[in-house]
């Protein structure tokens, strides 16, 4: 898990989803959103999935009713010259 902070008007952090386990992640994006209004998870290949569980998990189980997606990007990346495409998603996690 990386974290990449966005200076703006409105506070938010980028997390970009790796090898860590869901509920370590989970419990760091619930750390953030105590002090930031936005959160920004991010993830490529097949960390989509574990990054899809980290919002469901805290929109639904911990933060219910004080948090909500605001936003789901997804896009496709082709490697130069390769051509193989690898799928990437953005969450974006507001609180209410």
Known sequence: MEEVSQPNSQEQTEIIIGNDPVMLVAVDVVSKLMIQDKVILKARGNSIPKAVA?????????????????????DTLEEAGIGNMISTIQIIIKKN
């Open 54 to 74: 980290v919002a469901n998990i805290i929109t639904e189980k911990m933060l219910v009713g004080r948090t909500k997606v605001e936003k789901i990007n997804l």
